[in-house]
């Protein structure tokens, strides 16, 4: 499915070679009946309001799917609004849902603090530990989330063995794919359901927010429901501009995806050898080094993002302003730009773990996470790592 983006041929209204961007938050009808069976979702292609579905975001859903290789996808104005109007549309007052404990911070605060004011109980286990996924299992759990490569701790979670311990049991198996698009498709490894925050590599300019949800017709369908879909009520729509952009740059993606893994495999595997403690999941003392290589799509490599372990939060602060000062890339939140970005996880992505959880899952107090950038010179950039860490 990764591949199959390069068969999707769409045009503009007038030829373009570019899809039309729709600039537009209503759609006129011809005739009274077809709006009214538009509510009612019977009517195959014709758009009735932006926040519902507009052309300009249809393009992009499509490119998703055919990415993804799912039959229908959703685009959202965050990946956060992907999280959670999935989340929302799947459980109900009373449900249960498995996690990760490893999620991405906001992701956790969702999870943790928000979800119980909707009696929505949460167990957060070690992904890793499947005997603890499958005891946590109770009656009412409605879905097993993940992601795909963990933030900020880059475990690789086992998908096809989370889709067996799902299966038959009414469970769904939801899978954020946000640190490695085309590198793993969770849909062809069993999740049923896959988001994004396209905020990140899938758009790779770092110039907006965006977020999408890839799954089955049905599902797609009940977000998007008049009366009771998630997506529809609660409206994060993505500007039609905004979408139109992601859509071209996604176009670059497989590039893009290559050289962030061979920059970050050759940092990882020179800053190790230098003696820096580093969690890449390419290098061969990963614990799930041999997992990754079993379900990845090895063309695209092992992805842009790593960790190292500077042991404290001080140390940490010390290397990434050195690092900022020497070029090598800037202190900041996010992922998946064209520069390596930076940022210590305990104090900023992940700072909604509280500090006893995130000492119990192995988040150390010194961990900075990069997503290393598309540098032509990885080896001038190595340099101004070494002058910035290890002098
Ligand atoms: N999922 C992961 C893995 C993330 O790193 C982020 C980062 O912010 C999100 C989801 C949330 O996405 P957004 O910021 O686009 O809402």
Redesign the pocket.
Known sequence: PATNIQDLHQFGEFGGVNPSITDSSTYTFLEAESMSETFLGHMEGCFLYSRHWNPSNKYLADAMATMEGTESAWITS??????TCALLQLCNSGDHIITSVT??G??YAFLKNYLPKFNIDVSFVNISDLESVKEAIRPNTKVIYT?SM??PLLQISDIPKLKQIAKGQGITLMV?N??TPMIISPAQLGADIV??????FINGKNDC???AICGSNEFIESLSNVNDGTAMLLGPVLDPLRSSNILKNLHTLHIRMKQHSSNALYLATRLQQDGIKLIYPGISNHPDHKLMNSLMNSEYGYGGILAMDFNTADEAADKMRKLQDVGAGYLA???GYFKTLFSNSGKS?SSEIPEDVQKEMGLTPGLVRFSIGLDNDIERTYQMFKTAILK
């Open positions: 965050s990946g956060m609004a992907a999280i999620t991405y906001g992701t992601e963990t933030n954020d946000t640190f988001v994004y925050s396209m905020t990140k927010v965006a977020g939140v996010s992922l992505t």
